[in-house]
């Protein structure tokens, strides 16, 4: 690890290049338990898109005011300061085909061609090896909408994959008849696009000290690498500190990057900080 490295955490760079892809007066839609792109969000809205709106599945309510990321209270901001409270169902089929917001989905396995998997691996729908959390609207909105991204916070060969267990999220198909596929990728090594032949992901920027060769060898299929690949631009001192101390001063961006043990004592680290602050 390099000093310039030892800066900033990978959690902090996701969320930096999350920024990175969002435009002032832009409708940015987020999931559930997604709070790297929470922080994502936030910190674009506090620096280059200050109009930025939200749309999300927690109160689902639309919303233009912010609030530091929380655990026990991550209702608050979308229930007290949304604007307007919609159902799901018409969110998905109503506002969300006719405002075409950004939105960025964490799959559990991606294909080749940006097709992903947020239901089961391995074994039989019936009879799964793993569960996953399930689709929830993303088999109805990957369809038709024009601004689909990924991420995927650690990135490895089990999920990036060359042919996917179940399909829930519609990729660059041929016969896609509506909206395109993902535009956008970014993992814990690098950031990719679909701008490779038929729709394939390609490798854009690699993280300061990731190799090419590295991610491709945690990928399950062949990459192909933009002419133009470059090394990710790190955060600045700005975005750092507005991560830190405004938007995530408890660190629950972590929780995306962190696994069994250290997931459950930061998990425990973060209630308790909140019920001191209550």
Not at 134 to 142: E, P, R
Request: hydrophobic share 35%; charged share 20%.
């Amino acid at each position: 690890m390099t000093i310039q490295q030892a800066m900033y955490s990978i959690d902090e760079l996701i969320c930096v290049c999350i920024s990175r892809q969002i435009e002032d007066g832009e409708l940015v839609a987020q999931g559930m338990a997604t709070p790297l792109v929470a922080a994502g969000y936030l910190l674009a809205k506090l620096t280059h898109a200050p109009n930025l709106t939200f749309i999300s599945a927690i109160g689902q309510t639309f919303c233009q005011d912010w609030a530091p990321l929380g655990l026990s209270t991550v209702e608050d901001l979308w229930l007290k300061n949304g604007l307007f409270a919609i159902d799901f169902v018409r969110g998905t089929c109503d506002f969300l085909p006719r405002y075409q917001p950004k939105e960025f989905f964490r799959p559990g396995q991606v294909d080749p061609f940006g097709n992903f998997n947020n239901v089961f691996i391995g074994g039989s729908y019936e009879q799964p090896r793993l569960r996953l959390p399930g689709s929830a609207g993303i088999a109805d909105v990957t369809v038709y909408e024009e601004n689909v991204c990924l991420y995927v916070p650690r990135h490895g060969r089990h999920t990036f994959v060359p042919e996917l267990d179940f399909r829930s999220g519609l990729g660059h198909d041929a016969a896609r008849t509506h909206g395109s596929g993902p535009r956008y990728l970014v993992s814990d090594l690098g950031q990719f696009d679909f701008a490779g032949k038929n729709g394939r992901l390609r490798l854009t920027t690699h993280h300061p000290g990731v190799t090419p060769k590295r991610i491709q060898a945690k990928t399950g299929f062949s990459l192909e690498i933009a002419p133009d690949l470059h090394e990710t631009e790190p955060p600045t001192t700005e975005e750092l500190n507005l991560l830190r101390q405004k938007i995530d001063p408890l660190g629950i961006r972590t929780l995306e990057t962190l696994r069994g043990a250290h997931r459950k004592t930061k998990l425990r680290q973060i209630l308790a900080a909140e019920k001191e602050r209550r």
